[in-house]
């Protein structure tokens, strides 16, 4: 069954981007997002003048902890790409603890009630999405992601 969802997901997200569907941007574009510092962000906002790379995340999640350290290697690599990495409701204190012990300095935002992940049509964490300078998505995964996927993504869907 969870294998079917995951297939469901990744089939509407390419149909998505196939059909050249623009309605990814209303679905995510405006929706807030607390950053650790108590300011708030979107993915419009985070997305306005580059290409985003989101990967939705928790401190519970053991695929997730895998995940981020490639996330962290990718940010600081590609300067022409924005990173974000939102979690899914956890405590900003037992976030904030997480990035320290781990030693990341990812950009963190938060999803308190889980419109992101809804919105993305997500069963679960770690999901990581690629969106374009206007907020539509190019390519989604679902899953712990390398750095190799992504660059590969990148250079797929982009022009970086």
């Known amino acids: 069954m969870r294998a079917l969802r995951q297939l469901l997901l990744l089939a509407s997200l390419i149909l998505a981007v196939a059909c050249g569907r623009n309605s990814a941007s209303p679905l995510t574009a405006d929706i807030e997002l607390l950053k650790l510092d108590g300011t708030t962000t979107s993915i419009g906002v985070a997305s306005s003048d580059r290409p985003l790379l989101v990967s939705l995340w928790a401190v519970w999640c053991q695929p997730c902890k895998r995940e ?93």
């Open 68 to 160: 981020l350290p490639a996330l962290e290697e990718i940010s600081l690599q590609r300067q022409d790409l924005a990173v974000l990495a939102i979690n899914i409701g956890d405590d900003p204190t037992k976030i904030a603890e997480y990035l320290q012990v781990n030693d990341l300095s990812l950009p963190v935002a938060i999803d308190n009630n889980g419109e992101l992940l809804k919105a993305l049509d997500a069963p679960t964490v770690p999901v990581t999405v690629l969106f374009d300078s206007e907020g539509n998505v190019l390519w989604s995964h679902l899953g712990v992601v390398s750095a190799d996927q992504v660059n590969e993504a990148l250079d797929t869907y982009t022009s970086l």
